[in-house]
Structures are given as C-alpha cells and as structure tokens.
C-alpha cells in the first residue's frame, strides 16, 4: 500500500484522512470486541463520538471533495478509471444509509443493553469492513491512476481544493470542529486506544484480540 510517494498535497490530505479514519474505526473494533469477549462496556458516548465523527467527516468533507475534484477531472482524463469511479461513487453515496444503520443498532444498544449487543456488533464489523476496503481501492488502484494520468495542472486545481478548509458543500470549518472532535474521542476512549477512565467493572475475561 502506498507505495508511490505523495507528492501532491491532495495525497497527504487523502492518506491523513485515511489514517486517522481507519483510527477510529480501529479503536471502534477494538472496544466492541472487548465487549463481546466479556468486558464492561465503556461509556457509550465514547461510540457516539465515533459516529459523529464518521458521519461529519468521510460523509460530509472527504467524500465530497474526491467527488468533486479528484474524481471528477481523471474522469475528464481518461476512461481507464470510469469502473473504478463508478464503484466508488457508488460506494460514497451508500454511506448515508450505513451511518444511519450504525446509529440505530447503537441507538437500540442504549436503549435494550446486551440483547441489542450482536446487532450493533455485527453491522460496526461490516460498516468497518465496508470503510477499510474502500480506502484500499482508493489507495491501490484509484490514486496510482490519477498519479498516472492528471496533469500538473490539473493537481494545482486539486491541491488547492483539499488543502481549503471549507467544508465545499456545507461552507462551514470544518477542519478545526472535526480536530476537536477527534481529540474528544480520544480523551474519552478507554486505554489502550485513548486516555479516557478505564471501564469501572474489571474486565477478567478480555482478550484484548483484535
Ligand atoms: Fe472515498
Ligand atoms: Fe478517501
């Protein structure tokens, strides 16, 4: 993965992005698993954070400005992408729908405690599952393509688009709330993934696993 070196500034926006989304979803993994392996569960709000921060940012930032702007001028450049688009495209319009399922298996999770436990865990696995293999897509196929094929000119245009810190759709700064927000979870999140309190039952059984 990554094997070409990201010398355009949309790269690292893009590859920043990744990490710290495939961050959450990590810690995300980790703690519903603790869960099912016998831990007390955290505060959930540690989960709430995750979503909104998953809905505010890949939904609503990230995802909008490949459309916009990367996606949009390699399909100008060549048709050697058009499939590859397509599913991606395809895959960024379904994540309102999946956010939404995640928020109303955890949802139903506070609500009805352990007997709602293997439906929110099963669709944060799959929605996990979802996340990471469209960011391997993106980053082993899409961008050596767009590596490829743009033109210095046309990643000027693109550079200038990621870098921006409005949010293109919504106008608002994005950039600085979405930091706070990662911050908070991290501060919130049981160690090991963050520096919040440690769950107040000890968790005998925990594997730890991931
Ligand atoms: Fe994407
Ligand atoms: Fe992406």
Redesign the pocket.
Known sequence: MRELAPQHKALRV?YD??DR?GAVLHGMLFLLRAIRDGGAPPDLKVFRAMLFYIRDY?DAV??AK?DRFLFARLRMRTHAADAVLDE?ERQHADGDALIRKMEHALARYELEGDAAFPAWFATAESYAKFYFD??RM??ETLLPLAQRSLTPEDWTWIDQAFLADQDPLAGYDSKGSLDRLFSLIVHIAPPPIGLGPAPKTPASTRSGAL
């Open positions: 893009i992005d990744h989304l890949p990230h995802h490949e991606l469209h960011m993106e980053e």
